[in-house]
């Protein structure tokens, strides 16, 4: 057995020879290293500290605010000290079902959702309690491969055309699903997506639920950017698939709570069994999410006049800044699709490659690199989102401002036009500028 890098030759397994599914697990975890997103967070923060000018566009993370109802729920129960039981909060648990219910229209019960240490836990334990293939479409969020590589899962990556938007399509999903229809597969969609951007409409949810139903698909249906889908007219998939759907969302993206870890599988009661083996997991692993964050999370799902209007102006703002990024990088030469919610853009610059090859950039990873060096945009590279190497794509996360400041100018009146960017959201202006500028010399 090869010892990972660094690692010290005291605690090198010696007398091993062969390797057992478990010592596979071990391997598979030293090939990994820090994930995407968090990673290049650390990067611009430790440039940032050596007086480097850095624009944040790397993680994408809720620029606004927690909400004040929820800061004061978290103040007035900083005493609870007891262990909650696995599943959760009984009475977050039944705020969840009143969401669900209020802006889906779907019936559940507490006992159908499961509450964890942010929605990424939950889509890790769904990988070990559930036996199928993982399908995801190209581009996907950093860490569902990842989390499937860790197990040794295997990732059937679902092939995307920019003219659909990079986005699953009910015809590609029956195509792969035909090659072998009989084989357990778990499907994640994510709607508003990252990294794009892209909403699926109605229809489209409809035709992929056909489709998951014939060949009876596990949908897991990553719903976390739902409350920012700037139309505010999100639809969960479980309304077209409800047997087959489970629906993941949290508090990070639209309740700026990111760093607070707390996301929420809601199950079908056909899958009653996974989550009880999801739970097993949890109940030995992690035990329960935070006690005082699970009692402060609950004004989050109660919604309110408040939360409405916290939402709405979230909205409006992020709806804005995509217009003025995807304007902007248009006009540089980058190719996007239209951005219905969240926080991201994924252009690809593509029709600039003779130009970026003559100054020795031919892969995203390169394009990256050499952007945050010349310019001080940090940004991920298109090839950690499984998009092919050599497409000179990157994902930004249009999120480096002062969300609670812009919010206020907005509340005290201020009309959301290109000075209000400028005055509110400048780094992300500025940042989107020196990129443009930089693609463009
Ligand atoms: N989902 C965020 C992103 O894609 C970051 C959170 C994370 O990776 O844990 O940037």
Same mark, same amino acid.
């Given at each position: ?12 397994? #010696?007398?091993?020879?062969?390797? /057992?599914?478990?010592?596979? %697990? ?5 090939? &990994? ?9 650390? *990067? ?19 620029? $606004?605010?927690?909400? !004040? ?29 009143? +969401?669900?219910? *209020? ?20 889509? $890790? ?14 581009? /996907?969020?950093? /860490? +569902? ?12 990556? &679902? ?9 699953? #399509?009910?015809?590609?999903? @029956? ?24 909403? +699926? ?37 479980? @309304? ?26 809601? $199950?079908?009661? /056909? %899958?009653?069994? &996974? =989550? ?10 992690? #035990? ?21 209007? +916290?939402?709405?102006?979230? =909205? ?11 304007? =902007? ?29 003559? *100054? ?8 990256? =690199? ?29 999120? !480096? ?18 000075? $209000? ?21």
């Amino acid at each position: 057995m090869t010892p990972a890098d660094g690692e010290p030759t005291e605690f090198r397994a #010696t007398g091993l020879n062969h390797v /057992s599914p478990a010592i596979q %697990l071990n391997l598979n975890l030293r090939s &990994l290293g820090l994930s995407a997103t968090l990673e290049i967070n650390e *990067r611009s923060a430790a440039l940032a500290a050596e007086g480097r000018k850095i624009y944040k566009l790397g993680l994408g993370q809720s620029p $606004f605010p927690v909400p !004040d109802q929820l800061q004061r729920a978290l103040q007035d129960n900083a005493h609870q000290k007891d262990y909650l039981a696995v599943q959760g909060l009984p009475a977050l648990r039944q705020s969840i079902c009143d +969401y669900l219910k *209020r802006t889906q229209d779907l019936d559940f019960d507490p006992e159908d959702i499961l509450i964890g240490p942010g929605s990424k836990e939950l889509m $890790f334990l769904i990988q070990m309690a559930y036996y199928g293939d993982l399908v995801i479409p190209r581009p /996907s969020w950093v /860490s +569902y491969a990842p989390q499937a590589q860790i197990i040794g899962r295997p990732v059937t990556w &679902l092939e995307t055309d920019p003219n659909e938007a990079l986005g699953v #399509t009910a015809d590609r999903l @029956r195509a792969l699903c035909a090659t072998d229809p009989e084989r357990p597969r778990l499907l994640i969609l994510n709607s508003p997506g990252n990294p794009t951007g892209f909403g +699926y409409s109605p229809e489209a949810l409809s035709e992929i639920a056909e489709v998951a139903q014939e060949y009876r698909l596990l949908l897991l249906s990553d719903e976390i950017y739902g409350g920012v889908q700037f139309d505010g007219k999100h639809q969960s998939m479980a @309304r077209y698939y409800r047997g087959g759907t489970i629906i993941s969302d949290g508090i990070s993206k639209w309740a700026g709570s990111g760093g607070w870890r707390l996301g929420f599988f809601a $199950f079908p009661k /056909s %899958l009653a069994w &996974l =989550r009880k083996a999801m739970s097993a997991a949890a109940s030995e692993t992690y #035990t329960s999410v935070s006690a005082p964050i699970q009692h402060a999370a609950i004004p989050a799902f109660e919604g309110g006049a408040q939360m409405e209007l +916290y939402l709405h102006r979230s =909205r409006a703002i992020l709806g804005a800044l995509a217009d003025h990024v995807s304007s =902007r990088l248009t006009q540089a030469g980058a190719k996007l699709n239209p951005i219905r919610g969240g926080f991201y853009a994924f252009p690809v610059f593509d029709a600039l490659r003779d130009q970026l090859a003559a *100054r020795g950039i031919t892969t995203s990873a390169q394009l990256t =690199r050499q952007l945050l060096e010349d310019t001080g945009v940090a940004t991920l590279p298109g090839s950690c989102f499984g998009r092919p190497d050599t497409e000179l794509s990157l994902r930004l996360a249009y999120v !480096d401002f002062n969300g609670a400041a812009a919010l206020d100018a907005l509340q005290a009146g201020e009309d959301l036009d290109a000075a $209000f960017l400028t005055r509110h959201c400048n780094r992300v202006v500025e940042g989107i500028e020196a990129m443009a500028r930089w693609v463009e010399a």
